[in-house]
């Protein structure tokens, strides 16, 4: 049987409630919960982006969930640093963690005042991460000099077991390359043949581990609310790379999305008011193969969503064999 989580939206809830709201979602039968480590929104509408890797101890700490993140290490944090915390947060909880780690969006990184880096630079630098961050996970005592560079760096509370490191893929080139390094794939709800793409991509390269997928979705009662929470919190969403990784400012990103319109919104988050057509689209999803799916209800008052899913469509698909 699948797992089915929830995706807890730092930049659109702030982190108490959000706390709160991934309570509610255990409560109401979810299974996990996963989020994503941003320092901005990708709107002032969202108006939130409270702090990851804090607020992850307080969910693992108050919940029984497993949880995910994505991250990017290599600018904004050393690979040093997200091995530190990411090494503590799995001795802590064992088995109940994992990241994602990424080459990274220009919105989040472009604090340090660095340069930002061409998407190669920076699918390079993510792999040097990523073995920097596993031999750190080992136990290892770590000198690396790249496009990072580390000196005499040493873990000393070491996972056992280390936190799996999921590769986040958008596209089918960067999901077949991760497959030299990953212990599974996320990626977002795409078109049918492209996310089946992608899994054959990761999985013809060696691939390993699940296969997980953040679905953007949006429900109400009335379906002119559906579509007015998705046109409010997620217009400024619906743009293909390099758009997402390169602007640099909620600012920029509301600027680039005034003219959205219902249409383009509706191409990437499920709206709908019926929960059978959100049960529907959550099968199609599971019968492409992926063993996870996290649900993000794009709103900000989570609540109701939670409540409504809990009741009509969380049953219906945990009858759904996993592929």
């Known amino acids: 049987?699948?797992?089915?989580?929830?995706?807890?939206?730092?930049?659109?809830?702030?982190?108490g409630q959000l706390l709160k709201d991934v309570r509610l979602a255990e409560e109401a039968g979810f299974d996990a919960a996963m989020c994503s480590d941003h320092i901005e929104p990708w709107s002032a509408r969202q108006g939130h982006s409270g702090f990851a890797w804090s607020w992850?101890?307080?969910?693992?700490?108050t919940t029984s969930l497993r949880f995910g993140v994505v991250t990017a290490p290599g600018q904004r944090y050393h690979p040093a640093i997200i091995a530190?915390?990411?090494?503590?947060?799995?001795?802590m909880f064992p088995a109940r963690f994992?990241?994602?780690p990424g080459s990274g969006e220009n919105?989040?990184?472009?604090?340090?005042?660095?340069?930002?880096?061409?998407k190669e630079t920076r699918q390079q630098r993510l792999e040097e991460c990523v073995d920097v961050i596993r031999r750190l996970h080992a136990g290892e005592e770590v000198t690396h000099h790249g496009l990072v560079t580390v000196e005499q760096a040493r873990i000393w509370d070491v996972p056992s077991p280390p936190p799996p490191l999921i590769a986040p893929a958008i596209s089918v080139e960067t999901a077949r390359r991760a497959a030299g390094w990953a212990d599974g794939l996320v990626t977002v709800n795409q078109p049918a043949e492209k996310l089946t793409e992608m899994l054959a991509a990761y999985r013809s390269e060696g691939g390993k581990g699940k296969a997980v997928l953040q679905i953007h979705l949006s429900w109400a009662p009335?379906?002119?609310?559906?579509?007015?929470?998705?046109?409010?919190?997620w217009r400024s969403n619906v743009f293909a790379p390099p758009v997402p990784w390169d602007l640099p400012t909620a600012a920029h990103f509301d600027g680039v999305s005034a003219d959205v319109g219902e249409a383009q919104v509706r191409k990437s988050v499920n709206v709908s008011a019926s929960l059978d057509r959100h049960v529907q689209w959550l099968g199609e999803y599971l019968d492409l193969g992926f063993d996870e799916l996290y649900l993000h209800f794009v709103g900000q008052e989570q609540a109701p969503f939670i409540d409504a899913f809990a009741q009509s469509v969380l049953p219906q698909l945990r009858k759904v064999p996993v592929a």
Do not use: C, K
């Open 1 to 15: 049987m699948a797992a089915i989580g929830f995706h807890a939206s730092h930049e659109q809830i702030s982190p």
């Open 84 to 91: 530190h915390a990411s090494a503590t947060l799995a001795s």
């Open 98 to 100: 994992w990241m994602a």
């Open 56 to 61: 992850l101890g307080a969910a693992l700490a």
């Open 107 to 118: 919105m989040n990184e472009h604090v340090t005042g660095d340069p930002w880096p061409l």
């Open 222 to 233: 009335r379906e002119q609310d559906a579509v007015a929470i998705a046109m409010d919190q």
